[in-house]
Each structure stands twice: as structure tokens, then as C-alpha cells.
């Protein structure tokens, strides 16, 4: 990797015009269907598998994107900010954005010396957590100063969650940063067990705008057919097996085939992408992936690796006219930006592995 010394001379550079153009509008209220007294506003809205496939379409139109909420009289979908969260959200250009939902992992401050001053002025740092999540970090020594950070966090509470499922809660920042970011046009997504360490401009430098890329993220560092994401996702009982075969089996009655590396025509250098970094120009075609990408995990599972490529190869077969500049870097550029850590839950088990080495091989000296 060739990263640049130094963002002090970076300039911004104006939004391309090789960028596909078209208007996107999203959904914000449902009316409830007259026939159905059972109905219940959600986050994602109802979408039919007719407004599904046209959504594909890359033009001037409306679609579900998240924050949709029910007609007058229903209570709040859900992911509520308070009021100042919302205006700072709001105003930002530029994005790193991350989450903490049911207490998962520890809280990783970007590295403070790797940050310029332009991206200390530029840029927000923004932490999405929920209630449980703020008290932990509150009672491990993490305070909110007077302007609710904690180092270059802002700290921003995220109360009535969606779901109580916490994977798809997390889908919404990483998914739907343009949603919630609306004037922002970057954002950097880094997942809670990744802690940053590298400026975000030289980030946006290198992944996007040096060759004019509009997305980015990695291929995974073992998988590349999602064949292969579907077998280990059941062996290790990540989710309900039969959600996931109805999926799959979807996917491949709409055209989905096995990835094959020595396909020279292939569109993309894995179908597995490793997914916890995203780098995100806020252009339409991004925006309008992430919707459909967002729409797919919430109409299946929450295994975003299990519907990226699909939404992918629909998204570029529906709009052969229309390209989308997207970067599938190798993951080892992925190490390079951001250090992973274990997530709480594995911290335990991490714990306990010494000892039970040290038991096993005593053990086996005594013949036990």
C-alpha cells in the first residue's frame, strides 16, 4: 500500500461526473392497509416483492430505506435520538461512524496521534450506542465530557432499538449512514472490534478518490464464494438454518451463481466481502446499493455477507447502462487501516484457554 505521507495538502475533489445522476427519495410514513387489523408499523416498512424488484432500477424514484414510520396515532419505529444528536448528525460532512448495541464490545478510541488536525475540524466521530451499553461504559471509568464524547467519540444514544435482535440493530449506522448523515459526503464504517488507525482523509484518499471510486470495502481473507458463507454460517449455527436456505434459494432462482476465480469477466474479486470497513462516497448509485443492500437484510437474515453479492450482480444487471464504481480491496489493506480486537464475549472464552492448555498438557505429564 502506498498511502500518502501526510493530508496537510489534500484537497477535496469535486463530485465526478463519470457518476451516475438520479434523484432518490425515500419512504417516511405508511398508511396501514384497510383490510389487515393486524397490521404494525416497522423500521424497514412493508415492501412487496414488486416495489422490491423495481427498486433495482437505477432512476428517479422513491423507495424504502429504513426510518419509516406509521400513520398519525402509532408510536415511534424506532431508533429515536435526542433532538441535539440529531441536529449534530445532521450537519456533518464527514463521517466515521461505528456502534455499540447490547453491551458487545469494549469501546476502541481512534488512535489520536494518526488523526490530522483536518480531519480534527472535519470530520465527526460518531459511536451509536443504546442505554445498557452507555451505563457499562460509564461504570468501566468511559465519561461523557460536558459535549457528550469520550476521546474523539461522540456518543449518541440510540433509545426504542427496532429490533431486539442487536445484529440488525447495527445494520442501520452501517448500512444507512447516508440516511442518517444527511449532508454528509463521506462516511468511514468501521465495526466495534476495529479500532482506527490511520487519518480518515489519507482513507478516503487512497480507497476513493485516487482512482475515482464511489464504495469500497474488502473481499474476506478465507471465503470468496458465498456457497462456501452459507456452509460455514450453518455449521456455526449463526442463524435459523431454514431462513438461510430459503434465502439462498432465492438468490440463485434470480440468477445467482458460484464464484468462479478464474472467470475473466467476473465483476467482482470475491462474493464474500469481509465487511467490517466500509468506505462510502454518498453518491446515488452508493446510496441506492446500501438501500438495497439494507433491504435484503431486513427481508432475510442479518448476515449481510450472505446477500452483498446478489444485491450486487442485480444491481449491475438491472443497469448495465449505469456503472457503479465500487473497490473490492484484498483484506490486508483492511489490517492496514484498523486493528481488530475480541469481542467481549470471546474475551471469556479467551481467557479460559490458557488454563485449559496448561491443564491438558499437565494432564497428560501425570497420566491423567
Not at 419509516?68 to 396515532?73: C, E, F, R, W
Request: charged share 30%; hydrophobic share 35%; glycine share 4%.
Amino acid at each position: 500500500m502506498k498511502l500518502l505521507n501526510s493530508s496537510a495538502l489534500l484537497v477535496e475533489p469535486l463530485e465526478s461526473r463519470k457518476f451516475a445522476r438520479f434523484s432518490l427519495q425515500y419512504t417516511e410514513t405508511e398508511e396501514k392497509p384497510t383490510e389487515d387489523e393486524e397490521w404494525v408499523p416497522r423500521f424497514a416498512g412493508h415492501q412487496t416483492l414488486k416495489e422490491r424488484e423495481e427498486s433495482f432500477i437505477a432512476r428517479d424514484q422513491k423507495i424504502n430505506c429504513g426510518f419509516v414510520k406509521g400513520p398519525k396515532g402509532y408510536t415511534s419505529t424506532g431508533f429515536d435520538l435526542a433532538e441535539d444528536d440529531a441536529k449534530y448528525i445532521s450537519s456533518c460532512h464527514i463521517a466515521v461512524v461505528s456502534c455499540i448495541f447490547g453491551n458487545s464490545d469494549r469501546l476502541r478510541i481512534p488512535v489520536g496521534k494518526m488523526v490530522s488536525r483536518l480531519s480534527r475540524k472535519n470530520v465527526c466521530f460518531v459511536m451509536f450506542v443504546d442505554e445498557v451499553t452507555l451505563r457499562t461504559l460509564s461504570s468501566e471509568g468511559h465519561m461523557l465530557d460536558r459535549m457528550g464524547f469520550i476521546g474523539l467519540w461522540k456518543i449518541v444514544v440510540v433509545k426504542n432499538l427496532p429490533s431486539d435482535d442487536m445484529r440488525r440493530v447495527g445494520k442501520i449506522p452501517k448500512l444507512l449512514s447516508h440516511r442518517l448523515f444527511s449532508s454528509a459526503r463521506y462516511s468511514i464504517w468501521l465495526d466495534s472490534k476495529l479500532r482506527l488507525q490511520l487519518d480518515p482523509y489519507l482513507i478516503l484518499e487512497y480507497f476513493l478518490w485516487r482512482k475515482g471510486h464511489e464504495y469500497a470495502i474488502s473481499n474476506h481473507y478465507d471465503r470468496h464464494c458465498v456457497w462456501e458463507e452459507v456452509a460455514q454460517n450453518k455449521r456455526l449455527n449463526k442463524y435459523n438454518h431454514t431462513v438461510i436456505d430459503e434465502q439462498f434459494e432465492f438468490y440463485q432462482a434470480d440468477g445467482l451463481k458460484k464464484f468462479n476465480a478464474s472467470d475473466l469477466h467476473k465483476l467482482l474479486p470475491s462474493n464474500v466481502p469481509e465487511g467490517s470497513f466500509i468506505v462510502r462516497a454518498h453518491t446515488p448509485m452508493s446510496n441506492l446499493f446500501s438501500c438495497l443492500w439494507f433491504n435484503e437484510v431486513d427481508r432475510f437474515t442479518p448476515r449481510d455477507q450472505l446477500s452483498f453479492a446478489y444485491t450486487y450482480y442485480k444491481l449491475r444487471r438491472t443497469n448495465p447502462e449505469k456503472p457503479f464504481y465500487l473497490n473490492m480491496f484484498k483484506d490486508c489493506e483492511r489490517r492496514k487501516m484498523a486493528k481488530l480486537f475480541r469481542h467481549r464475549s470471546e474475551e471469556k472464552k479467551n481467557i479460559l484457554r490458557p488454563f485449559d492448555v496448561i491443564q491438558s498438557r499437565t494432564g497428560a505429564i501425570f497420566g491423567l
